[in-house]
Nanobody, 124 residues
Framework: VQLQAYGGGLVQPGGYLRLSCTASGSSIYGMGWYRQASGTPRELVAAITAAGDRTYYADSVKGRFTISRDNGKNTVYLQMNSLKPEDTDVYYC????????????????????WGQGTQVTVSS
């Protein structure tokens, strides 16, 4: 599956952005967003099951970011509010791998396909 991510940009602290990621084809996957700056470990920011009935958030974004999906459009969204300079990063959308299980359902987010990154910069 190919993933197309978009929606990044430059925003002031306290502002908001919405990232979108559209998957090709008709198969539905568990999906999520990682972020990674050069030289730093990647971080799973948020994830959502294929059915959209469960979500995961990193502690650093809880209460500020919301992940959602529209399976009719095969698209996942990441609404990012109250953005902070430390949210500056390249954000990547990714999928799980069907049949692969982990201790937690979100452990396998990232073992499937990856989209190109989209830069989010939070700066005044």
């Amino acid at each position: 599956v190919q993933l197309q991510a978009y929606g990044g940009g430059l925003v002031q602290p306290g502002g908001y952005l919405r990232l979108s990621c559209t998957a090709s084809g008709s198969s539905i996957y568990g999906m999520g967003w990682y972020r990674q700056a050069s030289g730093t470990p990647r971080e799973l920011v948020a994830a959502i099951t294929a059915a959209g009935d469960r979500t995961y958030y990193a502690d650093s974004v809880k209460g500020r970011f919301t992940i959602s999906r529209d399976n009719g459009k095969n698209t996942v969204y990441l609404q990012m509010n109250s953005l902070k300079p430390e949210d500056t990063d390249v954000y990547y959308c990714t999928t799980d791998r069907p049949g692969l299980k982990g201790r937690n359902w979100f452990d396998v987010i990232g073992f499937g396909s990856w989209g190109q990154g989209t830069q989010v910069t939070v700066s005044s």
